[in-house]
């Protein structure tokens, strides 16, 4: 993840990237709107970028301990998937439904 940071980080920013969906890690983690390890702004009126690790489906679970970092704002280690709603170019709706009993 570091040397994706170092890569990616300032390109997202500089092009006002909200939201970034990233796979591979088996959970679930969505971060603050975030630049150079800090948050910024909101959900509704980002100064960086919400990243989202989605990885629940299928294969096993990741359960290896997480970095305790203030960015993070949610993680799950349950199996289930996304629903995206897109209502126009400035609105989108996230829900992640668990496999094991179909909560939202």
Same mark, same amino acid.
């Given at each position: %993840?570091?040397?994706l940071?170092?890569? $990616?980080?300032? /390109?997202l920013?500089?092009?006002?990237?909200?939201?970034? /969906?990233?796979?591979?890690?088996?959970?679930?983690?969505? *971060?603050?709107? /975030? &630049?150079? =390890?800090?948050?910024?702004?909101? &959900?509704?009126?980002? =100064?960086g970028?919400?990243? $989202?690790? +989605? %990885? *629940?489906? %299928?294969? %096993? $679970?990741?359960? @290896? =301990?997480? $970095?305790? @970092?203030?960015?993070s #704002? !949610?993680? #799950? *280690?349950? &199996?289930?998937y !996304?629903? +995206?709603? +897109? !209502?126009?170019?400035? *609105? /989108?709706? !996230?829900?992640y439904v668990?496999n094991?009993?179909?909560?939202?």
């Amino acid at each position: %993840g570091v040397h994706l940071k170092e890569e $990616m980080e300032d /390109l997202l920013y500089e092009h006002n990237v909200d939201l970034a /969906l990233w796979g591979h890690y088996h959970s679930y983690e969505r *971060t603050c709107a /975030l &630049y150079n =390890g800090t948050c910024r702004g909101t &959900y509704d009126h980002p =100064g960086g970028t919400v990243h $989202m690790v +989605i %990885g *629940t489906a %299928g294969y %096993g $679970m990741d359960h @290896k =301990g997480y $970095m305790d @970092k203030e960015w993070s #704002a !949610f993680r #799950a *280690t349950h &199996y289930g998937y !996304f629903v +995206i709603d +897109i !209502f126009n170019s400035s *609105t /989108l709706h !996230f829900q992640y439904v668990w496999n094991s009993d179909g909560k939202v």
